[in-house]
């Protein structure tokens, strides 16, 4: 058996969003997102958990120096989206609707090119307490 | 005296600016907190009233009916809207947690039934941040 192990980060970035379809109306748009469809925004709290799994390496004891993992997601996902307005201050969601789900992809593939490949990488995203999505599932 | 709390959530986008100042200068007083196209927080509301247990029913008041009392006051104009533009209460004053508290007592005060106070108004704008007001 591989001893693979799974190391995490926890994160968090403070945003505002709306969740909207350009091509519909507005009725449209509220009976499909409800109040997340608010044309002057809402937010969230988002708390992001970033899990590598991988051998850990036989010298150091590390899967990951996690303080590099944070830098890393500080400087490829935080800077980007803390205190921000993910629909109009990003360029990731001005065609792409920012839903947990479509943001938890987006920063996926901002972290993966920047974690080596022999670990695989897996991202939790909580909008709320009771709402969180992950990717890869 | 006995004293009892409920919790209820919101969320919703804000900015901290003030009209009278260069962006320049909110930014160097607020920091990202000043972002022109707002951020946003899960905030969480404890609202906790005080007085006397009735002796028919041993309650305060019933949770439930503080809840629907704080959901159709606060949390019905507040939740998933934008606190600078959607809220006519907070239309001329800064969106900081601290005026956010005193302006959710007020909202609050005049609804509650006879014989149970408002104590504190208690507001997480993040799991590290928190304010509490008591009244003037």
């Keep these: 058996m591989e001893n693979k192990v799974s190391v995490f980060r926890r994160e968090h970035f403070n945003a505002a969003h709306r969740l909207f379809v350009a091509e519909w109306d507005d009725d449209k748009n509220q009976e499909v997102f409800g109040k997340c469809s608010n044309p002057n925004y809402h937010g969230h ?51 792409l609707n920012p839903t947990a789900e479509n943001i938890a992809v987006v920063i996926y593939g901002l972290l993966r090119k920047h974690i080596s490949p022999a670990l695989d990488l897996r991202v939790r995203l909580y909008e709320t307490d009771r709402n969180f999505v992950e990717y890869p599932a | ?38 951020h946003g927080h899960n905030y969480d509301l404890f609202v906790t009233v005080k007085g006397q247990a009735d002796p028919e029913t041993g309650m305060l008041i019933d ?62 704008e993040t799991p590290r941040i928190h304010v509490e007001y008591f009244g003037s």
């Design chain 2, 63 to 124: 949770a439930k009916k503080l809840s629907g009392i704080i959901r159709e006051r606060v949390i019905e104009g507040l939740d998933h809207k934008n606190l600078n533009l959607d809220v006519p209460y907070l239309k001329d004053k800064l969106c900081s947690a601290e005026n956010l508290t005193v302006a959710i007592w007020q909202q609050l005060e005049p609804h509650l039934p006879a014989g149970v106070q408002l104590h504190c108004i208690k507001l997480n």
């Design chain 1, 45 to 95: 709290n988002y708390d992001l958990e970033v899990k590598i799994t991988g051998i850990p390496d036989p010298k150091t004891g590390y899967v990951i120096d996690l303080k590099k993992l944070s830098n890393i997601i500080r400087s490829q996902v935080l800077e980007q989206f803390d205190h921000r307005n993910l629909n109009l201050d990003t360029p990731f969601f001005r065609e």
């Design chain 2, 1 to 38: 005296m006995l004293f009892l709390t409920r919790a209820e959530h919101f969320n919703a986008a804000h900015k901290l600016f003030h009209p009278g100042w260069s962006q320049e200068k909110n930014e160097q007083v607020f920091g990202p907190c000043a972002n022109e196209n707002w």
